[in-house]
C-alpha cells in the first residue's frame, strides 16, 4: 500500500518505533506514498490504576490514526 503504522506500547519518544521509523524511512522511502504514522503509549509513566492503564496503552488511538493514514 505505501503506507506505515507502527503501534506499540512504549512511548513515542525514545522508544522502538521511532527506531523503527527511522530505518524504514531511510531504506524504504521510495516506496512510501504517505508519511509514516505511529501510535504509541502516552509520555507518563505507566499507571497503576486499571482505569488509567486503558487509557494510557495506544489502543483508543488506533483506530483515529489507522483512519488517517488509510485516507491520506
Known sequence: ???VLILHEDTLTGGIGG???AWI???CFTFIDAP???VG???TPVPFS???EKKFL???RLK???LQVVNY
Do not use: D, V
Open 1 to 3: 500500500t505505501g503506507k
Open 19 to 21: 527506531e523503527i521509523s
Open 25 to 27: 524511512a531511510e531504506n
Open 36 to 38: 509514516i504514522m505511529r
Open 41 to 43: 503509549g502516552l509520555e
Open 50 to 52: 486499571p482505569q488509567l
Open 58 to 60: 495506544p489502543k483508543e
Open 64 to 66: 483515529e490514526k489507522f
